[in-house]
């Protein structure tokens, strides 16, 4: 009876844990790895693991960093059923497609490059056909699911994003039966739509994620959320610019829908256009509005209000391109597009076609990983590279972090507070290296539970239940361990490639005196 870790460990992206138990092998959720380039570079390898041999997947919610890898689970052979709840199902009818659509395009384009340079072409992960072999294998699922007779696992709402999950597992081998908990992605308390994450009691093992391990966020009640956006928005209308906010497609848009909707009914913004520059997320709203019994107190009350809380005469959702292009030089809009990092999609172009201008504003709304152009633009840079293109940056930068989808590091507290007993061990994953330390800290002086921080490709045996070996690194057991060093640095060679071209490109236009410039260039040159 073991668990292996394969992803998000160090991270916050590539979420994949493999089961044993018995004759049974399952995996918990199969995502890309999201952000710098070094990162991505982990979706084309080989599983650590043959993919036939695994019977079943247990999803926890439609997001990319937890299902991403599934068509090339598919592709390289895994036929088993993957359960998921019935919304995060419906979700992954389409996010799926379209993250194969992004795999083909990303790699012709790499390829028409290669190809100018002579390199031997890429392969994509997968293609459309493999999502499309993924989807037959889904099944949705009410609460609960049994695989064979040694695993049975509950679906419980997680309060993160609509369909969200973390699961109960119990493990039955020879005799013996162990508790699993994966908390999956957790949930802010007082979040817009979604009900607040439900908790648990006891368990031998939990799996929880650390994202804001390490951050307390300020407005995280509703009031202080709507006043911030207000006040965000107003300020922009008011400079005559446009207001870009790069928000995920699942949830975060349907949040700001929902909270924009509120502010215009109670004439607390004016009117402004709003426009929803991303299909995926025109797509999620459907499935939003397909399960109202899903809905908190206050999305409930203004579905009766409105009859909807998705429609207003002020929104408009894009579907072309060329609707997208169209909006280009447009003035006083608020754009909301994706991909939420910044790191791919429309939103580049919105980011292109704004950031220079000083009438511009761009708002953040949620997490910005270390090495994303959204990390970047948050961490003041004053120029950016955008396709290939260098852009200053002008425009106000804002951000309100009360729309985090994660709870904060009280939260994630609160919710391990309501645990009786975590009879074994707690492992901290779905964070980066301090804020896993730092949340593993908490854990075993407030609860006093053994503590592990894993690393990729770490195996715990649940029957033997020893003490992992500590990290090469890593403190002993007893003492105060530092977190396991990251395989992959946050901030990778790709980027300070990209800040040394773009400090190249300042220098030149700079310094006028063409000796200086010779002597800085020549001694580079040197060194290479
Ligand atoms: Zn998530
Ligand atoms: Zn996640």
């Known amino acids: 009876m073991k668990i292996h870790f394969h992803g998000a460990v160090g991270m916050v992206t590539g979420s994949c844990y493999r089961v044993e138990v018995g004759q049974t092998r399952f995996l918990v959720d199969c995502g890309m790895f999201q952000g710098n380039k070094t990162l991505k570079e982990r979706n084309y390898g080989d599983f650590p693991f043959d993919p036939a041999q695994i019977d079943a997947v247990l999803v926890t919610h439609a997001h990319i ?3 991403g890898l599934l068509p090339k689970l598919v592709k390289k052979g895994f036929r088993g059923t993957i359960y998921a709840t019935r919304p995060t199902a419906d979700l992954m009818t389409f996010m799926l497609p379209d993250s194969a659509r992004i795999q083909v395009t990303e790699v012709a384009q790499k390829n028409q ?4 340079k002579g390199l031997p072409p890429l392969e994509p992960i997968y293609d459309e056909e493999d999502a499309e072999r993924t989807l037959a294998l889904i099944k949705g699922v009410d609460s609960s699911v049994t695989i064979g007779d040694s695993v049975r696992a509950v679906f419980r709402n997680a309060g993160h994003v609509l369909g969200s999950a973390f699961i109960e597992i119990t493990l039955t081998e020879g005799g013996q039966t162990k508790k699993v908990v994966f908390s999956g992605d957790l949930g802010a308390k007082d979040h817009p739509i979604v009900e607040d994450p439900e908790v648990f009691t006891e368990t031998d093992c939990l799996l929880v994620e650390s994202t804001y391990g390490n951050r307390v966020r300020a407005e995280e009640k ?3 959320r709507l006043k911030a956006l207000a006040t965000i928005v107003r300020d922009a209308l008011k400079r005559g610019g446009n207001l870009i906010i790069p928000a995920f497609a699942l949830e975060r848009s349907q949040d700001l829908m929902h909270d924009l909707i509120i502010l215009m009914d109670n004439r ?3 009117f402004a256009k709003v426009i929803i520059d991303s299909p995926l997320a025109a797509n999620a709203t459907k499935v939003f509005a397909r399960y109202p019994e899903l809905y908190d107190e206050d999305a409930t009350a203004l579905l009766k209000a409105q009859g909807s809380i998705f429609e207003h005469p002020n929104f408009t959702f894009t579907r ?7 909006l280009n030089g447009q003035k006083g809009l608020i754009i909301m597009s994706a991909s939420g990092m910044c790191d791919a999609g429309r939103i580049k172009h919105h980011l292109k076609h704004n950031l220079w201008r000083r009438e511009s504003t761009v708002l953040f709304v949620g997490y910005q990983a270390e090495g994303t152009l959204g990390r970047l633009l948050l961490d003041g840079a004053k120029v950016v590279r955008i396709h290939g293109e260098e852009v200053r940056v ?22 391990i507070g309501s645990i009786n007993a975590v009879r074994d061990r ?4 779905h964070g980066e290296d301090d804020a896993r330390a730092e949340l593993a800290r908490l854990i075993r002086e407030k609860k006093g539970f053994s503590v592990h921080v894993p690393r990729m490709g770490e195996s715990f045996d649940l029957l033997a239940n020893v003490a992992p070996a500590p990290a090469p690194g890593q403190a002993s057991a007893a003492g105060a361990p530092a977190p396991a060093p990251a395989v992959t640095p946050a901030h990778d060679s790709f980027n300070l490639y990209a800040d040394l071209t773009i400090r190249l490109a300042e220098f030149m236009r700079r310094e ?5 410039r010779r002597t800085l260039l020549e001694e580079l040159l040197r060194k290479m």
């Open 113 to 116: 490059r290669n190809e100018r």
């Open 222 to 224: 509703k009031k202080d």
């Open 268 to 270: 607390e913004i004016p």
């Open 426 to 429: 707690v492992f901290v994953v």
């Open 512 to 516: 006028k005196d063409e000796s200086r």
């Open 394 to 415: 002008e425009a106000q930068i804002r951000e309100i972090t009360g729309y985090s989808g994660h709870a904060d590091q009280n939260g994630l507290m609160e919710w």
């Open 65 to 67: 960093d937890h299902i």
């Open 320 to 326: 072309s391109a060329e609707d997208s292009m169209a």
